[in-house]
Nanobody
Framework: QVQLVESGGGLVQAGGSLRLSCAAS????????MGWFRQAPGKEREFVAA????????FYPDSVKGRFTISRDNAKNTVYLQMTSLKPEDTAVYYC????????????????WGQGTQVTVSS
């Protein structure tokens, strides 16, 4: 089992920045690929970013590429999502997740999920 706890969400104006953190506990964090997803009201969960267990591969969808940066610190069992140039359409609950699969860009590949943290971007 892996437990994931997100933090760092909040209210920010358009153009601003936030950094989300996801602290993991339980089984060895370093073996898992980690991802960030988001879900806005009335919409499906959306892939935001993913990073392999060693940080060697990172993926983003076009909607956030160049604005969001995922990173991880295996010594601290933590994954981060730095978000810049935020837009109102980035408003959502953000979830981190862990997977033992190589398919880190697909939500159904993930075995463990956090409870989510709300990000609200005002215009």
């Amino acid at each position: 089992q892996v437990q994931l706890v997100e933090s760092g969400g909040g209210l920010v104006q358009a153009g601003g920045s936030l950094r989300l953190s996801c602290a993991a506990s339980g089984r060895s964090f370093r073996v898992y690929g980690m991802g960030w997803f988001r879900q806005a009201p009335g919409k499906e969960r959306e892939f935001v970013a993913a990073i392999t267990w060693d940080g060697g591969n990172i993926f983003y969808p076009d909607s956030v590429k160049g604005r969001f940066t995922i990173s991880r610190d295996n010594a601290k069992n933590t994954v981060y999502l730095q978000m810049t140039s935020l837009k109102p359409e980035d408003t959502a609950v953000y979830y981190c997740a862990a997977t033992g699969s190589d398919l880190i860009g697909i939500a159904k590949s993930y075995d463990y999920w956090g409870q989510g943290t709300q990000v609200t971007v005002s215009s």
